[in-house]
């Protein structure tokens, strides 16, 4: 982890693709300015070296190449090779320095196949019940595991969150463990309990900027940064319950 010894504010790198991913960037760098870090844009064409940083978010946007997986690609599926060799090489080197690490929609999923799991390159080709949902607002509601990391975090059992994705994870990778979950079964949320802080969710808090629980994700982020506790207290579970 990067000296923070004289910093104002911790450095918390965030991955996203050569063209597009403005509007996620800039409402996870004020989602990070609001919780005390600075943050900086890493892409394939502008990387930054990652022992330079306390932290990384690792962001949303194309899906990756499944032969990373095991799989074959899918050739009316987008993806960006560059950018998944980027991550994988930048989650290698926060692993080797334990950096807390916080994967947002794309980013859960590349956690998972960075620890060799794979994914379901069609969530609705196997979760047939499922409602087709894409929205930037709280429509979709998802349960999470009383005894995870993301439940002390979000400090709720249930909760609504928004949904832009059409993969998902199918089997776990090294460590890892389902902590949410949608209705229909689809993984919401994973985490690594031996580390500090790996979390990946599926949804896309960044966009959620009035939800404080939400937002607690990056307090959280920066505060294991800085090798502090957090620095608030979720809402009792039964004052916030989701509706």
Known sequence: MAA???KARPVVGITASVHGSR???WANRL??????ASAVRITARDPYPIDRLDALVVGGGDDIDATLYGESVNPQIRIDPERDHLEMRALDCAAKLGLPVLGICRGSQMINVHRGGSLHMDIHAIYEEAPHMRT??????????PDSRLYSILGIAECRVNAL???SVDRLGDG??????ERAGIVQGIEA?????LIGVQWHPEYLLTD????????????????????????PDALHAAD
């Open 136 to 145: 930037v607002l709280p429509r979709k509601r998802i349960r999470i595991e």
């Open 165 to 167: 994705h059409h993969q």
């Open 31 to 36: 989602a990070l300015r609001r919780a005390g």
């Open 23 to 25: 509007i996620a960037w």
């Open 176 to 181: 890892l463990r389902v902590v949410a979950r």
């Open 4 to 6: 923070l010894i004289g």
């Open 212 to 235: 404080s629980r939400q937002q607690g994700l990056f307090c959280t982020l920066v505060d294991t940064a800085l090798g502090q506790p957090p620095a608030y207290e979720p809402l």
């Open 193 to 197: 309990s031996a580390e500090p802080f």
